[in-house]
Each structure stands twice: as C-alpha cells, then as structure tokens.
C-alpha cells in the first residue's frame, strides 16, 4: 500500500509557524503536499472541517494553544479525525509530561505518536501509512485492545484533574502505567479512586512502550477470595 496514492495533501497544524514550516519540508520529502493551517479555530469541528476540505491527512503538534490559536489540544484534534477517517501524526516535544493524561486521553484514536526529535520524512512517510492502515481496520498487534486486569496502586492529582497509577500485568506487572481518571465511567470511578481496586479493561497490551498504552471499557473486577488465584 502506497500512502502517496490515497493521500496528496497533508495539513500541518502548529501554533509555531516555524516549527510548522520545517513539518511542511519534512512532508513534502516524504512525497505529500503541505498545507500549513494558519487560521484561528475555537472549535476542534470547526478546524477538522477545514482539515477534512483541504488535505486527506494531517500532523498536528499536541500543545496548540500557546499562542492561543486554539483552546483544545492536537490529541483532540486527531482524535476528531481519527472518527472522520482522515489519518493523522500526533507530533510533541513533551511526550515524557503529557503522555500520561492529556494525550492519554485520547490515545484510542492516536495510532501514530512522535515525539519531535523522531520526526522527519521517513517516520511521517510511515506514520500516515501505518494510519490509513488501521483506518481501513487493518490494526497491528501493539494497537489491539485485549481484555485485561489493571489493578490501581496509587491514586494523585495532576494539573489539577485526578490521576491513577495502575499495574496492567497482561503489559508488564514491574512498571505502573498513569492514566486520567476520567476515561473510567462516572458509576465506578469513585470506587477506582479508593486505590487499591481492581478493575477490567481493554487495553493494547501489546504496546512496546508506556506512552503507546490505551484504556478503555474499564468494569469493577470481583473481590477476591481466598482460593482465586488472580494477582
């Protein structure tokens, strides 16, 4: 499968023209079009629309609004057109701070995550095939979900939302993986927030790094007693 043939045109949203435009040389290496967006959006329909009108793809930096382009984040943005089909490079020079709530929050519909040192034409040429691929339902085995055990460690307050650190064992039961506590449902998250419970979630357990891990579908898993093995 040749990206080229499906796409021509990929959008670069940036609130730094100048790092947007040395994204727009590393696009037009790869074999694209660039269209660098430098509208104001307030509203992450409204810029995905104008995405979706003007390019077949997008790179969208994560932290979009520091010079106050937008009030949303690239992790929404791509998310959005993650559900629009339109393929899209998540693009941060913060991966070690914001992976593990702001971009964890939408990292379902992230299949592609480059912190900025690893972009250049090459990782974006196959970052956009490795989405139109998903897209088309083809996932790879470190995107499938897999139900499994998460079992909360500690729970703690990050940029002023809750947070819990969570053992995934089905991943690996030596490192505790953070995640926002609003991906679990309303119902449940108070007793998740408790710390010390036990939940199921379809997670991508095959996932080579901690920034790479999504949740969702989280439930209550059974108190144990003391003939269930479950650890």
């Known amino acids: 499968m040749n990206a080229q043939i499906l796409l021509k045109k990929i959008a670069i949203v940036d609130d730094e023209q100048d790092l947007a435009k040395v994204t727009g040389w590393d696009v037009e290496e790869a074999g694209f079009e660039s269209f660098i967006v430098d509208d104001f959006f307030r509203e992450v329909d409204v810029l995905a629309s104008h995405i979706e009108k003007n390019a077949q793809g997008a790179l969208c930096d994560h932290r979009l609004a520091n010079y106050g382009r937008t009030n949303f984040s690239g992790a929404t943005l791509v998310a959005e057109l993650y559900d629009r089909k339109i393929p899209s490079i998540l693009i941060t020079q913060y991966t070690a701070i914001d992976a593990n709530v702001s971009i964890r929050k939408s990292r379902r519909k992230i299949p592609v995550l480059l912190s900025r040192d690893e ?12 989405c139109v691929l998903e897209l088309r339902g083809q996932v790879p085995s470190n995107r499938k979900p897999h139900r499994t ?6 729970t703690d307050t990050e940029s002023g ?16 993986v953070r995640f926002p506590a609003v991906l679990i449902p309303e119902e449940i998250r108070q007793d998740a927030l408790k710390g010390g419970v036990r939940l199921f979630a379809h997670v991508n357990i095959g996932a080579d790094k901690s920034e790479d891990i999504y949740f969702e579908k989280f439930q209550l898993a059974p108190e144990l007693d003391d003939n269930d093995e479950l650890t």
């Open 161 to 176: 939302e809750d947070v819990l650190d969570a053992i995934v064992p089905g991943w690996n039961p030596h490192e505790a």
């Open 119 to 130: 972009a250049n034409a090459a990782t974006i040429k196959q970052g956009i095939e490795n």
């Open 149 to 154: 055990l998460v079992r909360i460690t500690n």
